[in-house]
């Protein structure tokens, strides 16, 4: 069976929308208990528990079952994203349906190598209706190559705001565990620096994304997000200091984080509407 063999499968689940993952990840990032699901909490739901045995040694499970498996390329990662968030509320015990469906897949060629792109679409339907629709990039890579390269600090945004954040072991351990991340590289330091060659633990994309959505609306009373897009240019690490900036740009908000060298990390682009279109 093929990579391509994969586009346009589809599967539907449904989970409960648990007040404790919400009380979790509210203590996560330091903020209150919301009383609607924030943009990109959705994450932490319809988990992929598996038993020890269908583990993989990079903690995630072992390759194949939805996903097409492309066992030549050791390394998995969560590239980017777009999505777009309709004005339908999410709450605590909600109860929420997810359709996830292969859209393409894509082989490229980059300075590590042969890549090969995923992409998933996810509907995601509440009581009210559809609430968030998602395309997932996710790359498989082999494990030639520097891990990480060297990179010039970005341009200077004197005109940003900005929102300093340490993402410390404890913060990656318990985003791993409230979206259910068994993926070591972001909590297990012999393994990460050893086996992936990286300098630290690795702050999870998804992680940043949520940082960046939440500056945007931080930044911009009385407004929801409409749609987000966004993508890694380079990974950050535990222990050293992350740069959320955010500058307006017409009718968008583009972010960026920085790590303490002021390299970019991940970028994004946020659109805004009023809170009650």
Not at 236 to 257: H, I, K, N, P, Y
């Amino acid at each position: 069976m093929s990579h391509q063999d994969y586009v346009g499968r589809s599967e539907t689940r449904e989970d409960r929308l648990d007040p404790r993952l919400l009380r979790g990840m509210a203590a996560t990032l330091g903020l209150p208990i919301p009383a609607e699901l924030p943009p990109l909490w959705h994450w932490m739901f319809f988990q992929d528990w598996v038993m020890p045995e269908g583990i993989g040694p990079d903690g995630h499970p072992k390759r194949g079952g939805f996903l097409p498996p492309v066992h030549d390329l050791p390394r998995r990662m969560w590239a980017g994203g777009r999505l777009r968030f309709h004005p339908v509320a999410l709450h605590a015990d909600d109860i929420v349906t997810r359709t996830s469906t292969i859209l393409k897949v894509e082989e490229k060629s980059g300075g590590s190598g042969r890549l090969v792109f995923v992409t998933v679409g996810h509907l995601l339907h509440g009581p009210a209706g559809l609430a968030v629709e998602e395309e997932q990039d996710i790359v498989y890579r082999g494990a030639e190559g520097a891990a990480v390269k060297p990179a010039a600090a970005a341009a200077a945004w004197p005109e940003a705001s900005s929102m300093a954040v340490m993402p410390d072991p404890v913060m990656l351990f318990r985003y791993s565990a409230l979206t259910g991340n068994g993926h070591r590289i972001h909590y297990d330091h012999p393994y990460v620096t050893g086996e992936e060659g990286y300098p630290g633990l690795v702050v999870h994309g998804p992680l940043q994304a949520t940082l960046m959505a939440q500056h945007a609306l931080a930044q911009s009373p009385g407004k929801r997000l409409h749609s987000f897009a966004f993508r890694g240019r380079r990974p950050a690490f535990d222990s050293r200091a992350l740069t959320v900036l955010g500058r307006v740009e017409g009718d968008q908000m583009r972010l960026e984080t920085r790590d303490d060298g002021g390299a970019t990390c991940m970028q994004a682009e946020a659109e805004l509407a009023d809170t009650l279109a």
